[in-house]
């Protein structure tokens, strides 16, 4: 612990743990993924999310639709992916949770290891809200499903909405059920629980987007929608300003891939090294970009078919759409549907990061699993409580001005803090000498089949990407 990797046991590498006096290791194994697949759906659905489908299409229509795509995929080769093969590679190299990786890897005497509590607080701040929100998923799937907006006009639908967000009942017991559902299959174990119930949960995410995407783009009137959002309009873009594009692309194309706060790292701890890190983190991009852009081909489609303007964050999901299904033939199917797809989005982040949550107990405390659910079980629960409370009871506290919550103030201090200067730390650890190193990065990230990160990429990640994650840090703060 805290030396050289090379300096390690050849146990401590494969994850074993020191030995003691008896030859015995005083660590059980750590667990690994079963395949290939479950290590690409587990890292892609911890980065699909929310985000993906009430912001990603908004915001390309906003910036000139087809221009913007273009500039997204553009930060997201040019920024995401190289720190995503990072985080991979950290986690691969120390067999570790965020919480003890950088321990492994660093110097004798360098404090590096402190952004694994960073990391740590990243995940557990990101639940305490991403847990309430899933549980609005969960429940208008239920409300879609069982009818409850057949006949409601506009207005009772949004009454619907501010009902829902006014009752500490129905939120409490709708985040309780997330986050007893997630403990619940990160207890049963890596391969068995977690990696089983996200290979078939994306599974069936997948083939539900495509099936709303396809019924979306054959609504009449739907073709005025896809225009919108695909074809590039340099108008558009000027309207809204051609800097300011520039750096909503850039947001967009980082945070989606949630990276910063070790939630990739892990899942990097319990791969082998048959391939390399920048084509799994390519194949997850893909998956990522996939579902964002295809998100759109469902709302733009839809909303422009029934004249209604594709509004921007929650009003989008909980008030416009539900009115798009009220008009649809079948809508209370189309819109279970697309509740049930909300859900699977979010409860596949939430099963990524409690599984981070989890190993960081069990490598810091030296919890079994079990154990280590159990703990989580109820601090997650009693943390979730402030996101559930700020919209009722506690409505009056407004952290970040009038009409703000408590959700707000958890979101800006994961999204503008801990996500952007967690990933800065991970690059340059991974880039200079005073960290892990360049060359024993490439060489981790290399190693196996696959696309293979070119030495020349060094100049770019040591003196440019630092500048550009800076940049996005600035402009998180004070933009």
């Not at 990391?119 to 847990?131: D, P, Q, S």
């Not at 629980?193 to 979306?216: D, H, N, P």
């Not at 539900?322 to 989005?345: D, E």
Request: some cysteine.
């Amino acid at each position: 612990m805290g030396g050289v990797p090379d300096r390690r046991s050849s146990h401590t590498v494969l994850g074993y743990g020191k030995m003691n006096k008896t030859g015995r290791s005083t660590n059980m194994e750590r667990e690994k993924l079963g395949s290939r697949m479950g290590f690409i759906l587990l890292s892609a659905g911890c980065a699909i999310g929310i985000g993906n489908v009430w912001r990603f299409p908004y915001i390309t229509g906003m910036y000139g639709g087809g221009m913007f795509v273009v500039l997204y995929l553009f930060f997201l080769v040019a920024m995401g992916v190289p720190v995503m093969t990072m985080e991979f590679a950290v986690g691969r190299a120390s067999r570790k949770s965020v919480v003890k990786s950088f321990t492994e890897l660093e110097k004798p005497g360098q404090k590096w290891h402190l952004n694994g509590y960073l990391g740590m607080l990243g995940n557990y701040v990101l639940m305490m809200f991403y847990t309430t929100v899933a549980g609005w998923m969960l429940y208008y799937f239920y409300l879609m499903l069982s009818g409850r907006f057949t006949g409601k006009n506009t207005e009772e639908v949004a009454l619907v909405f501010q009902g829902m967000l006014e009752d500490p009942v129905v939120l409490t017991v709708c985040m309780v059920i997330i986050v007893i559902s997630g403990i619940l299959i990160c207890s049963v174990g890596l391969q068995k629980g977690v990696e089983k119930i996200t290979k078939i949960m994306m599974v069936l995410l997948l083939f539900i987007i495509i099936v709303l995407a396809v019924r979306g783009m054959t609504l009449e009137g739907a073709m005025d929608g896809l225009k919108f959002y695909l074809v590039p309009d340099l108008q558009r873009m000027k309207d809204a300003g051609i800097l300011e594009t520039v750096v909503a692309a850039m947001n967009q194309a980082f945070f989606t891939l949630s990276l910063g706060i070790g939630a990739m790292a892990i899942f990097g701890s319990y791969i082998d090294k048959k391939h390399t890190l920048l084509g799994e983190s390519v194949n997850i991009a893909i998956l990522d970009t996939f579902v964002a852009i295809v998100s759109g081909l469902i709302i733009f489609p839809t909303c422009f078919a029934f004249g209604i303007s594709p509004d921007n964050g929650p009003s989008l999901i909980f008030i416009t759409l539900p009115n798009v299904f009220n008009h649809m033939a079948a809508g209370r199917i189309w819109g279970a549907l697309f509740f049930m797809f909300m859900t699977f989005a979010a409860f596949s982040t939430i099963l990524a990061v409690f599984e981070n949550i989890i190993s960081c107990g069990m490598d810091l405390f030296h919890f079994s699993r079990r154990k280590s659910c159990l703990v989580n079980l109820a601090a997650l629960i009693a943390l979730s409580m402030p996101c559930v409370l700020g919209y009722n009871l506690w409505s009056g506290f407004q952290p970040l001005g009038e009409g703000s919550a408590v959700l707000d103030l958890e979101d800006f201090i994961v999204s503008n803090c801990l996500l952007p200067i967690g990933s800065l730390i991970y690059l340059l650890f991974c880039v200079t000498k005073y960290g892990w190193g360049f060359d024993k990065y490439l060489k981790e990230a290399n190693t196996g089949e696959g696309l293979k990160i070119p030495k020349g990429i060094r100049i770019y990640v040591t003196y440019i990407l630092p500048v550009l994650l800076i940049l996005l840090i600035l402009q998180g703060w004070f933009g």
